[in-house]
Structure formats: structure tokens, C-alpha cells
């Protein structure tokens, strides 16, 4: 899937606060595949880590645990229902 984003020069601010904090960077910059998992979504897509990990070759469990952490940075929203089954299932979708 083509990234359609634009580069941009980072905000002079921002690049200031990351030289001073430079240890807390890693708690907000997605890794190569959480941008993966996150090119993969459709802007106002709900979805399932079983369609992420169909969609970018991880396994169930790996992608969950990928879209699970960008829910956790505010990157995505969570929906969560209960299955017949007894389980929790839940869907991620972009923030507007």
C-alpha cells in the first residue's frame, strides 16, 4: 500500500524537546511495523487484528498485540464486544 504522506521539516519545537528527552521518543514514535499497521487502515476502517495480520503477514497474536500498543499512543480508538463464545473481540479503527 502507497504512503501518500508528505514530508515536511520537522516543527523546530518539537525537534528541541526531543534532544532534550531523548529517552521518551520511543513512547510516542511508531516503530517500522506499527507505520505498516498503520498505512494498512483506511481512514474510518474498522478493523480486526486478524484482517492486520492478513493484511501485513504478522501473526494474530503479534498484531494484536501491535494495534492494542497504538491504541495505547492514541493512534487508534478500540471497540470491544463480547463473542457467543464467551470472549472479548475487538476493533480498532483511525482517530478522525
Given at each position: 500500500m502507497q504512503n501518500c504522506a508528505q514530508?515536511?521539516?520537522i516543527n523546530q519545537c518539537l525537534a528541541s524537546a526531543a534532544r532534550q528527552?531523548?529517552?521518551q521518543v520511543s513512547l510516542v514514535?511508531?516503530?517500522k511495523t506499527q507505520l505498516k499497521v498503520l498505512n494498512s487502515i483506511k481512514r474510518g476502517e474498522?478493523?480486526?487484528p486478524a484482517d492486520i495480520a492478513d493484511r501485513c503477514n504478522l501473526s494474530s497474536s503479534f498484531a494484536s498485540t501491535?494495534?492494542?500498543r497504538l491504541h495505547?499512543?492514541?493512534y487508534l480508538t478500540r471497540k470491544s464486544e463480547t463473542c457467543v463464545t464467551g470472549?472479548?473481540?475487538y476493533s480498532y479503527r483511525m482517530h478522525e
Open positions: 514530508i515536511t521539516p528527552f531523548p529517552h514514535k511508531p516503530s474498522l478493523v480486526t501491535l494495534l492494542r495505547e499512543r492514541t470472549g472479548i473481540i
